[in-house]
């Protein structure tokens, strides 16, 4: 359902971008003519351009929302961010193009004195610009699109381009011709910096660039408050699109069973997800220590250690037989717990020197560094 509303809400607004920039641009580019305005056929130009980036972004957006299939299990969230580094692109080119020209007009002198026409065209389309950017830029937040929020920003710096020239053909018509080209030098610099903060924030997600340091902070004290967590560490965070993926490490009581270290695991994912509406998935990795400060790599896994211990057991007198076998690895130190039966009719004394001379043998395993041993009463 939001998916359907995203795609939906994302191209109608993309379509309706479209459609005004088309109508500017003509617009603007013939009044530019007939006002004798190079500014206003300058402004008509880089509104044509929007057509272009409209196109890259109906584009990025669609594939964008297509959802997680085979083949690209996080989705297709990082089309969105091609689209919004596009534009990104467009907009520096466009105050590149825009700052050139106007540097030629002051260079060679050549200035003309524009009419109405060109003043009227850009107060309509600053009124329209402004509309449009406030109009795509809610559009891009409620989504979460990072290519219809670059798209809004897009909006924004041609309705500043129309203000340069809203402000140079005022000053040309009251007498001061220099004013066109360089309010439009000055709003070229500020197209370019628009253009290079949605560029830098495309390639930074591309990048796998983390989340904010406040961000990581809050992320960190939310899960180190959940219950059976003792701490957590090495979060980690990137962006696909308009989207977060995440994958942490936990710290639990090292006697805590796998299953209960699963539920606590679960209920991490579960609630960071529910808290955090841009969160896609998450992994939570268990750890019973923060085996940083040395190598968690243990030696003794669970068969060589049954193939030990066993002969041992079968070898004690008493023992009928053996029913469990737990191992336990931590501060890297491996525990054995073994559960045994005793044969019937062996009396207490006799089952504390069985158990302490088990106890003694095991402890001779190799890699073995504490053992436990446990009378099993509930399979007797």
């Excluded at 408050?225 to 962006?239: D, E, F, I, K, W």
């Excluded at 699109?241 to 539920?263: A, F, K, N, R, W």
């Excluded at 750890?287 to 669970?302: C, G, K, L, M, V």
Aim: aromatic share 6%.
């Amino acid at each position: 359902m939001l998916n359907d509303l995203q795609k939906n809400t994302g191209v109608k607004v993309i379509v309706v971008g479209a459609v005004a920039n088309l109508v500017l641009a003509m617009l603007k580019i013939a009044a530019g003519i007939v006002g004798r305005s190079t500014a206003m056929v300058a402004d008509g130009i880089h509104s044509l351009s929007d057509l272009l980036t409209d196109g890259v972004v109906l584009f990025a957006h669609k594939i964008g929302q297509i959802p997680a299939d085979e083949n690209h299990p996080y989705g297709h969230g990082r089309a969105e961010t091609l689209g919004a580094t596009l534009v990104g692109a467009v907009i520096m080119v466009a105050g590149l193009g825009l700052a050139y020209g106007s540097w030629e007009i002051i260079s060679t002198d050549a200035f003309r004195t524009p009419t109405w026409p060109a003043l009227a065209a850009a107060v309509i389309s600053i009124a329209v610009k402004e509309f449009l950017f406030h109009y795509t830029l809610a559009a891009g937040e409620t989504t979460k699109s990072p290519s219809l929020v670059a798209n809004a920003w897009h909006h924004r710096s041609d309705g500043l381009s129309s203000i340069a020239a809203l402000i140079g053909i005022g000053g040309a018509m009251a007498g001061y011709p220099i004013m066109d080209p360089v309010a439009a030098i000055v709003v070229a610099v500020m197209i370019l910096k628009v253009g290079y903060n949605i560029a830098f924030s495309g390639l930074s997600d591309l990048m796998d660039t983390a989340l904010s340091e406040e961000e990581t902070r809050r992320i960190q004290t939310m899960i180190n408050g959940m219950p059976g967590v003792v701490q957590t560490h090495n979060l980690r965070t990137r962006r696909i699109g308009g989207e977060v993926l995440m994958d942490v490490q936990i710290l639990v009581d090292p006697q805590v069973s796998v299953t209960e270290g699963h539920h606590i695991a679960e209920n991490v994912r579960r609630k960071l997800i529910r808290a955090m509406d841009n969160v896609q998935d998450i992994l939570v990795h268990v750890d019973t220590e923060d085996d940083i400060a040395f190598d968690s790599i243990y030696w003794a896994n669970r068969n060589y250690l049954e193939k030990q211990v066993d002969p041992i057991i079968d070898a004690t007198k008493g023992i009928r037989n053996r029913t469990q076998l737990r191992v336990h690895y931590h501060g890297g130190k491996t525990t054995l717990e073994v559960f045994i039966i005793m044969r019937d009719g062996i009396g207490s004394e006799q089952t504390g020197a069985t158990v302490r001379e088990l106890k003694e043998n095991l402890q001779t395993i190799e890699h073995v560094d504490e053992v436990r041993v446990f009378i099993d009463t509930n399979s007797q």
